[in-house]
């Protein structure tokens, strides 16, 4: 592959993940009986089919199955083939309720008894906010899902007890309830438990990223939990390739999408990670990644999962201003949030880089020869530049792990394909005041690597952009531990300038390579060194090494 494709890769990423492998495609299995591993939960299923038109009494065949596993479940509690009748029974009630739309959150639901009178059946909501009640989401046993696609790794599943769930809310923007919400639609994963209290029974829905165990009858079992299923059911149904190539080529739609969000309920006890994805991606990337570090026990019990998404066709100081608003924000809205780890892939790492950088007036001399207040900018001009040359290390950053990260720029982006691509990659600030007002007093230097507009993220790969070579000579907050995890091919090369380089196939050893880290392991993969099952093994280790800080 000669350096020109590969630059028409780098600039082209977006475009050529839509036409690959989907990101993640849902195989739903419909029959029951397809579900079994057990003769008893076999039985069960081809009753049910059979069934068919009575599902109220296909209701109280799963309650009397459940009954009966957890019956003698309590008398032998390390038989896994009695947890895993009971887990499937469990399963098929939910089924049930979700097909049939009932509502046992408001009024017990009666179902014959082959045992004795019917049972009455409830759901106790999980959670005490009115926009997260059941009757807001869509439940569907997990075991009925089977995933495939481009960012679907091994299936993350916890044994235990309890019918994991995938649950699923779109009849709210819960964007607009909560800033800091996953999206407008949130996919979450909950397990499912049925307590009996004589022919009462309770649906207990319980988080298995907030409680490691479960007690039924009095024992104390391992909570069942599938960590892969939501996000992987998000990936299927949300349109995130066509985020990634306007937020690209036509960052001013995004602009104001700019957002810091989290994956799970907000807990005080756990200590945040936030993932920063890279040009031509969104937080989808990271998506194997989160997956794999919740099958950690010890992740699970200490971590938190946040991602920043970002309209990548800005020019990643902008971005990185952002950023540090929002952080801001969390940072009063939640006052006893702990120190975060803060995890980017590529551009996403030189945001990173900029959350631990004091810049001083170091970046605005560079640009300009007059200090803010003597320049008369307006007010949207001034805190555009000032955001992005004017800053002091974040605070609340406990560590942070670059990925790839491109921090001296790529040479791939001063080509001739590079320079296309930077001619074509959107830039919302060109078309307004801010691009005159900025060049008008400019010193003649940075006037003359304008191109006739403001930089956008290409043009801040150039290895000799202003803003990439004076942020290197600045040094990183001290007392905050970073880690670096570099892409290598395989194909040799040499670490500094002299040719050929070792490289990832997109950015080379020299830009990603900081002195100082506290540890460097090098991946061999490209560029996607956080999805090579190494990369996700080191950011794993780093994160458990900060726990013993």
């Not at 939910?94 to 509502?103: F, M």
């Not at 995890?485 to 950015?507: C, M, W």
């Amino acid at each position: 592959m000669g350096k020109g494709h590969l630059t028409a890769v780098l600039l082209a990423l977006p475009l050529l993940l839509a036409g690959c492998a989907q990101y993640s495609k849902v195989f739903e299995t419909r029959r029951t009986s397809d579900l079994a591993v057990t003769e008893s939960q076999l039985s069960l299923a081809q009753t049910r089919e059979n069934l068919r038109s009575r599902p109220i009494e296909q209701l109280g065949h799963y309650l009397d199955a459940a009954n009966d596993a957890r019956l003698r479940l309590a008398s032998d509690p390390r038989n896994t083939l009695l947890r895993s009748d009971y887990n499937f029974a469990v399963a098929r009630v939910i089924d049930i309720i979700s097909e049939q739309k009932l509502q046992p959150w408001d009024a017990a639901v009666a179902a014959p008894s082959e045992s004795g009178s019917p049972w009455r059946l409830r759901l106790t909501p999980p959670f005490p906010q009115p926009q997260y009640h059941p009757r807001h989401f869509q439940f569907t046993p997990s075991d009925r899902y089977n995933f495939r696609g481009k960012l679907v790794g091994e299936r993350v599943l916890k044994e235990g007890l309890g019918a994991p769930l995938v649950v699923a809310g779109k009849d709210l923007d819960y964007v607009k309830i909560d800033k800091f919400a996953q999206g407008r639609n949130v996919y979450y994963g909950l397990t499912a438990v049925i307590r009996f209290h004589g022919r009462d029974c309770e649906v207990i829905l319980q988080d298995p990223l907030d409680k490691e165990n479960v007690t039924l009858d009095g024992r104390t079992y391992p909570v069942a939990g599938d960590f892969q299923g939501p996000l992987a059911l998000a990936l299927a149904e949300l349109d995130m390739h066509k985020r990634e190539i306007l937020g690209l080529f036509k960052p001013q739609m995004f602009e104001q999408n700019a957002r810091l969000a989290r994956l799970q309920p907000f807990n005080p006890g756990k200590i945040p990670v936030i993932f920063i994805h890279g040009l031509g991606n969104s937080p989808a990337t990271w998506a194997p990644v989160v997956e794999f570090l919740r099958g950690d026990p010890l992740i699970r019990q200490n971590y938190q999962f946040w991602f920043f998404s970002y309209p990548s066709g800005l020019p990643y100081p902008l971005s990185a201003a952002m950023l540090r608003r929002q952080l801001a924000e969390i940072r009063k809205r939640y006052p006893n949030l702990k120190d975060a780890v803060v995890i980017g892939h590529s551009m996403g790492g030189m945001i990173s880089r900029l959350l631990i950088t004091d810049s001083g007036m170091k970046l605005w001399n560079t640009y300009f020869d007059e200090p803010p207040s003597a320049i008369p900018f307006s007010q949207k001009t001034r805190e555009v530049m000032g955001g992005s040359l004017i800053f002091k290390p974040t605070p609340g950053i406990g560590r942070v792990v670059f990925v790839s990260a491109s921090h001296r720029g790529s040479e791939k982006a001063v080509d001739f394909w590079g320079r296309l691509g930077a001619a074509v990659v959107g830039n919302p600030l060109t078309q307004d005041t801010v691009y005159k007002e900025a060049i008008a007093h400019a010193k003649p230097a940075a006037q003359a690597r304008t191109r006739n507009r403001l930089p956008n993220s290409i043009d801040m790969l150039d290895p000799a952009n202003l803003f990439v070579t004076t942020v290197n000579q600045l040094p990183l907050k001290p007392g905050v531990p970073y880690h670096s995890l570099i892409g290598d091919r395989g194909r040799g090369g040499f670490l500094d300038h002299t040719r050929p380089n070792s490289s990832d196939g997109i950015v080379p050893y020299w830009s990603s390579h900081m002195e100082g880290a506290a540890s460097e392991r090098v991946i061999p993969s490209g560029h996607w060194s956080h999805l090579h099952p190494l990369g996700m093994v080191e950011i794993n280790r780093i994160l458990l090494e900060h726990l013993r800080k």
